[in-house]
Nanobody, 124 residues
Framework: QVQLVESGGGSVQAGGSLRLSCAAS????????MGWFRQPPGKEREGLAC????????YYADSVTGRFSISRDTAKSMVYLQMNSLKPEDTAMYYC?????????????????WGQGTQVTVSS
């Protein structure tokens, strides 16, 4: 089992930045990758970025490429999502997720464990 706790959400004006944090605990040594997702009200969950545990390779959805950056601090069992140039359409609940087996980076069903989410609101 892996427990995930997100933090760092909040309200920001368009063009601003936020850094989300995800604290992982439990069987973190067995994870294949960590990912960030978001879900606006009334919409489906969208995969944003993931980082492979073994290589540290990162992957981004087109919607956030060039604006968001995923990183990790392995020693602290932390994963981060740096979000720059935020837009009102980035408003959503943001979730951290962990996958124990290889799978698709941006597909929610391919992840085993989820945090409770942190709200990000971007005003124009």
């Amino acid at each position: 089992q892996v427990q995930l706790v997100e933090s760092g959400g909040g309200s920001v004006q368009a063009g601003g930045s936020l850094r989300l944090s995800c604290a992982a605990s439990g069987s973190t040594a067995n994870t294949n990758r960590m990912g960030w997702f978001r879900q606006p009200p009334g919409k489906e969950r969208e995969g944003l970025a993931c980082i492979k545990s073994s290589s540290g390779s990162t992957y981004y959805a087109d919607s956030v490429t060039g604006r968001f950056s995923i990183s990790r601090d392995t020693a602290k069992s932390m994963v981060y999502l740096q979000m720059n140039s935020l837009k009102p359409e980035d408003t959503a609940m943001y979730y951290c997720a962990a996958a124990q087996r290889s799978g698709r980076c941006f597909v929610a069903d391919d992840y085993n464990f989820w945090g409770q989410g942190t709200q990000v609101t971007v005003s124009s």
